[in-house]
């Protein structure tokens, strides 16, 4: 009897069903509250929920022993690290404090606040046993803007008869008699300092878990005994496996113009106008980003009626008589379209317009910003977006948009910028003195006369750089950034990527039916997919020298570089079966073609200082590389059922099981790259805001996605999971996990660390992923139960 309930207890299906609970716990958490606190008061700080991560801790502690992981050591190293990570998460839950230090300057104090989430009411006081003294707080920003560039406190710690200072700052942390304080906020005054301090006694024993887990992957590839070995072999036989190697890197028209003249007349004229410098949202950038940007936001392209984006420009400012009245404003719902009576999809500007010059659809649009975020319909967010594109139209034609003039005093003005429309706040004097050059610069473009703009631009510039050489970026800078922008590289390889991705994966349905290999054809399509990728490589390293950051800190750098990952992971591993390669490529133009979408800015921003680290570089780059890897053997899952379909008319068993092994060999390695890049995650986490994990919605998706793929790739050692057609499935399905996991908590749960603030996600897209999730989860259910009944019997 008791070694039969201890069969039960410690077997792979007993494991999935808690890891199934614990999943669902979390999924619930995130999904069934709108607010972290109630999250916390009703999941994660509950006794149920630490009850079943014990219960799972001891359980794979049973199913280790049975399994015998200790004579494979990668895998026993690889599991034991849960094993740690569990018991330090368990030393910080019940022996951690955490606290906040409200300062003013020249206060000084030795007394924490302590929070305790589970329970808000809950507030006790901590002496820490040593002062710390708030001498003076600094905040910087981004020049021109209020948008914080880091905000610093200068403190000094009093410790009996011993006293330093420190400059505490976001990822720069205090650590003191085993306290570590941290930059948090800062008082609205900028003369006060919020510092979270926490004391936590199973930080390095989870750093530790965290360090095995790393060590246990790696241990595991070269174990001779481990599956993910033996898989390699098997595609080594049969000739399908490359060699593994991970690389972890306004004035009137004086005379009657036509559009068409205009657009003949305007190019040469607008491109120079485009070379000039402008400040806006804290960055100084070429005229040419910021035209490019502004037509992007109002039409949805870069190119219309036969203008680039910087001629469309130059026309609004020089030639608004004409342009008001040309379909610039795109407008993509159409029940909108009906009621403006649109024939196509784009609109005048002066369609949004009544007689006395007020917007005639105020009514909808303000219904639209009065309604709670979540409560909005898809027709209200159409009417918000297209809002927008009206106020970016407006601060065209009204010459609020280039802040081109420096103030003589700005220095002590953070090196703001003005435009014309902002000139009355400088001095008369000096308000003249540019009106006067906007004017020259005006004309000049009005008449497409190219000597008079450069002789204006020229004064500009030395104007800018005689107040604001400071923070003026290099002028190699701004050529790279034009270049860039006129390169559209990353738009052009929506096609290419698709395409190659297409032909790659007919040519490997053709050589499957046909055993025949087409050798020429894979090597001129390999070729063509590492040029893709090269081109791909050089716009995102411009992209890294003209932003100065690491180009993944945003949500269109990270879609980006995802579909880099999908296309490195299956031209370096993957390349000698052309269904994989073309499932890798296809997926990487299927990205790019989500990072072109209308809700996805692709302008280069300004870093919030809490990403002004290293660990940008390493977290990011790691856990979106995994990304690439988990899409390959989704769509390799998605060719397979196919291949299952087609078995009636050809013997296909070897190939489907070939295919098989490289899902399996891509989900290993991404679930090794997702675990170690969330893992690092949490290292940054406990580095810039003092805890390692927090049940942020980001990060714990991303532990519900790497408990489904630890499932997946457990599944083969299940009974009635270990049928090819099953792990083809789940390999599909289990992809929406990582699709939640990114778009759906970025763009529709919208709160957490990790969003990126927009809330706009379509309710539509968002149903499509809970039932692929739930999908996946009912398989997994059924074919567990079985499990159990067949091994009760």
Same mark, same amino acid.
């Given at each position: 009897?008791?070694?039969?309930?201890?069969? !039960?207890?410690?077997?792979?299906?007993?494991?999935?069903?808690?890891?199934?609970?614990?999943?669902?716990?979390?999924?619930?958490?995130?999904?069934?509250?709108?607010?972290?606190?109630?999250? =916390?008061?009703?999941?994660?700080?509950?006794? =149920? @929920?630490?009850?079943?991560? =014990?219960?799972?801790?001891?359980?794979?502690?049973?199913?280790?022993?049975?399994?015998?992981?200790?004579?494979?050591?990668?895998? *026993?190293?690889?599991?034991?690290?849960?094993?740690?990570?569990?018991?330090?998460?368990?030393?910080?839950?019940?022996?951690?404090?955490?606290?906040?230090?409200? %300062?003013?300057?020249?206060?000084?104090?030795?007394?924490?606040?302590?929070?305790?989430?589970?329970?808000?009411?809950?507030?006790?006081? %901590?002496?820490?046993?040593?002062?710390?003294?708030?001498?003076? *707080?600094?905040?910087?920003?981004?020049?021109?803007?209020?948008?914080?560039?880091?905000?610093?406190?200068?403190?000094?710690?009093?410790?009996?008869?011993?006293?330093?200072?420190?400059?505490?700052?976001?990822?720069?942390?205090?650590?003191?008699?085993? @306290?570590?304080?941290?930059?948090?906020?800062?008082?609205?005054?900028?003369?006060?300092?919020?510092?979270?301090?926490?004391?936590?006694?199973?930080?390095?024993?989870?750093? %530790?878990?965290?360090?095995?887990?790393?060590?246990? @992957?790696?241990?595991?590839?070269?174990?001779?005994?481990?599956?993910?070995?033996?898989?390699?072999?098997?595609?080594?036989?049969?000739?399908?496996?490359?060699?593994?190697?991970?690389?972890?890197?306004?004035?009137?028209?004086?005379?009657?113009?036509?559009?068409?003249? *205009?657009?003949?007349?305007?190019?040469?004229?607008?491109?120079?106008?485009?070379?000039?410098?402008?400040?806006?949202?804290?960055?100084?950038?070429?005229?040419?980003?910021?035209? !490019?940007?502004?037509?992007?936001?109002?039409?949805?392209?870069?190119?219309?009626?036969?203008?680039?984006?910087?001629?469309?420009?130059?026309?609004?400012?020089?030639?608004?008589?004409? @342009?008001?009245?040309?379909?610039?404003?795109?407008?993509?719902?159409?029940?909108?379209?009906? %009621?403006?009576?649109?024939?196509?999809?784009?609109?005048?500007?002066?369609?949004?317009?009544?007689?006395?010059?007020?917007?005639?659809?105020?009514?909808?649009?303000? !219904?639209?910003?009065?309604?709670?975020?979540?409560?909005?319909?898809?027709?209200?967010?159409?009417?918000?977006?297209?809002?927008?594109?009206?106020?970016?139209?407006?601060?065209?034609?009204?010459?609020?948009?280039?802040?081109?003039?420096?103030?003589?005093?700005?220095?002590?003005?953070?090196?703001?910028?003005?435009?014309?429309?902002?000139?009355?706040?400088?001095?008369?004097?000096?308000?003249?003195?540019?009106?006067?050059i906007f004017k020259q610069l005006l004309v000049s473009l009005h008449d497409f006369d190219i000597n008079q703009l450069k002789q204006v631009q020229k004064k500009i510039y030395k104007i800018q750089t005689e107040y604001s050489a400071a923070v003026l970026p290099s002028k190699s800078r701004v050529k790279m950034e034009i270049l860039y922008n006129h390169l559209q590289i990353f738009p052009a390889l929506i096609g290419i990527y698709s395409l190659l991705g297409i032909i790659a994966i007919f040519i490997g349905f053709f050589e499957v039916l046909k055993a025949r290999k087409l050798n020429k054809t894979e090597n001129a399509l390999i070729i063509l997919g590492w040029l893709a990728l090269l081109a791909h490589t050089a716009n995102m390293l411009l992209r890294w020298y003209i932003s100065g950051h690491a180009p993944w800190s945003n949500a269109y750098e990270s879609i980006v570089f995802i579909a880099w990952g999908s296309a490195f992971a299956s031209l370096m591993f993957f390349k000698r079966s052309m269904l994989a390669l073309g499932a890798g490529l296809f997926m990487a133009g299927m990205f790019m073609m989500v990072a072109h979408l209308n809700n996805i800015d692709p302008q280069i921003t300004n870093m919030v200082p809490v990403l002004k680290s290293y660990w940008l570089l390493i977290h990011v780059a790691v856990i979106t590389s995994s990304y690439g890897f988990l899409a390959v053997g989704s769509m390799l899952g998605l060719l397979n059922m196919i291949l299952f379909a087609l078995r009636k008319y050809k013997d296909l068993d070897f190939q489907i099981k070939e295919i098989n092994n490289i899902i399996y060999l891509s989900l290993w390695i991404g679930l090794a790259l997702l675990s170690v890049g969330t893992f690092l995650g949490g290292v940054w986490a406990n580095e810039s805001w003092g805890r390692y994990w927090s049940w942020d919605p980001k990060e714990t998706w991303s532990l519900i996605t790497m408990i489904a793929y630890a499932i997946v790739i457990h599944s083969k050692m299940i009974p009635k999971m270990k049928g090819e057609f099953v792990f083809s499935l789940l390999a599909f399905l289990t992809f929406f996990f990582v699709l939640m996991t990114y778009f759906g908590v970025n763009f529709y749960i919208a709160q957490g660390l990790h969003a990126y603030g927009r809330g706009e996600g379509d309710a539509t897209w968002f149903n499509v992923l809970k039932a692929g999730i739930g999908a996946w989860a009912s398989i997994v259910v059924a074919y567990t139960i079985m499990a159990i009944t067949k091994k009760g019997k």
């Open positions: 009897m008791l070694q039969r309930l201890s069969n !039960l207890l410690f077997s792979l299906p007993t494991t999935v069903i808690f890891a199934l609970i614990y999943m669902f716990a979390q999924i619930y958490a995130t999904l069934g509250f709108s607010s972290d606190a109630d999250a =916390w008061l009703y999941v994660y700080g509950r006794g =149920w @929920f630490e009850a079943i991560q =014990w219960i799972l801790a001891i359980n794979l502690i049973g199913v280790m022993y049975k399994y015998k992981t200790y004579k494979k050591k990668g895998i *026993f190293v690889l599991h034991l690290s849960i094993i740690i990570i569990f018991i330090g998460a368990g030393i910080t839950r019940y022996f951690g404090k955490e606290g906040v230090l409200h %300062l003013r300057v020249g206060e000084a104090s030795d007394t924490i606040v302590l929070q305790n989430k589970a329970n808000p009411s809950d507030v006790g006081i %901590l002496d820490m046993g040593f002062k710390i003294r708030l001498d003076k *707080f600094v905040m910087h920003k981004y020049p021109g803007s209020t948008q914080p560039s880091s905000y610093d406190s200068y403190v000094s710690v009093i410790d009996k008869d011993k006293t330093f200072p420190y400059h505490i700052y976001m990822n720069h942390i205090l650590v003191y008699k085993g @306290f570590r304080v941290y930059q948090m906020a800062y008082d609205p005054d900028e003369k006060g300092s919020i510092l979270l301090v926490g004391h936590d006694p199973g930080m390095y024993v989870t750093y %530790l878990g965290y360090l095995l887990m790393a060590i246990g @992957f790696i241990m595991s590839v070269f174990e001779s005994k481990s599956r993910f070995r033996m898989t390699a072999r098997k595609l080594k036989e049969s000739g399908l496996f490359a060699i593994l190697l991970m690389l972890f890197v306004n004035t009137a028209s004086l005379h009657a113009l036509t559009l068409e003249e *205009f657009a003949t007349k305007s190019k040469a004229i607008s491109n120079e106008f485009a070379k000039g410098l402008v400040q806006f949202n804290g960055r100084i950038e070429p005229i040419d980003t910021l035209d !490019l940007d502004f037509i992007h936001k109002i039409t949805k392209k870069a190119k219309l009626h036969n203008m680039n984006y910087n001629q469309l420009v130059v026309g609004m400012l020089t030639y608004p008589e004409i @342009f008001t009245n040309i379909p610039l404003i795109y407008v993509g719902n159409p029940t909108i379209r009906k %009621l403006m009576h649109l024939k196509g999809k784009y609109a005048t500007y002066n369609q949004f317009f009544n007689q006395t010059g007020d917007i005639k659809y105020i009514k909808q649009i303000n !219904l639209a910003m009065q309604t709670p975020d979540r409560q909005r319909t898809q027709i209200q967010r159409e009417w918000l977006k297209l809002n927008e594109r009206i106020y970016v139209a407006y601060m065209i034609f009204e010459y609020k948009a280039f802040a081109i003039f420096p103030s003589p005093n700005a220095k002590n003005e953070n090196y703001k910028w003005y435009s014309f429309d902002e000139l009355n706040k400088l001095d008369a004097l000096t308000a003249r003195f540019y009106a006067n």
